[in-house]
């Protein structure tokens, strides 16, 4: 008897619970919130230096002058579709020039480390840096080099090289 007298205190006091939680008569409402986020694509690229150089050296002994940087750190972010071709590119707007004398800029190189990123020879004609698939971060590094000649007249050369981001 002892035994069915707390069991019925027990689940007298369990359902008291239950009922205190929702008042007799008590009314309920419900409201939807929508959520709505833009993302446009987006591309952005960064190049540790603004400026390499390579400075003089012997074509006996050196036949390949590493720039002064080397290595370039260069980071690639992208936001465009999961399917969508990221590409970086690089293009020289000239042959390296003295004002008086040039120098051929396919005679620039770079090698490249990091997915994604890809080695290659200078031109005024857009050439591959890197490609990707879809949205995300990529780091890397490029390494330049000027292939040494005693075809070279002596003079300071420059020429600027543009690269592109592409993420649809």
């Known amino acids: ?41 987006k591309a952005k690229l960064t190049l540790g230096v603004a400026a390499i150089n390579f400075g003089d ?26 399917a969508s071709a990221v590409t970086l590119t690089v293009q020289a707007n000239g042959d390296l020039d003295s004002g008086t004398d040039t120098i051929a800029i396919t ?21 591959s840096a890197g490609s990707w698939t879809g949205p995300g971060r990529r780091d890397g590094t490029f390494s330049y080099w000027l292939a040494n000649s005693w075809d070279y007249p002596p003079g300071s050369y420059s020429q600027t090289v543009v690269y592109t981001l592409t993420a649809p």
């Open 1 to 41: 008897m002892r035994k069915l007298i707390g069991a019925t205190i027990v689940a007298v006091a369990y359902v008291a619970l239950i009922c205190a939680g929702t008042p007799a008569g008590a009314a309920t409402d419900q409201q939807t919130l929508t959520i709505n986020a833009t993302v446009s694509a």
């Open 57 to 82: 050296a012997d074509p006996d002994v050196v036949a390949s002058i590493a720039a002064g940087e080397n290595p370039v750190s260069v980071t690639v972010k992208a936001q465009t579709a999961a």
């Open 107 to 127: 005679n620039v190189t770079w090698t490249a480390t990091g997915a994604g990123f890809a080695g290659g020879t200078m031109d005024t004609v857009a050439q």
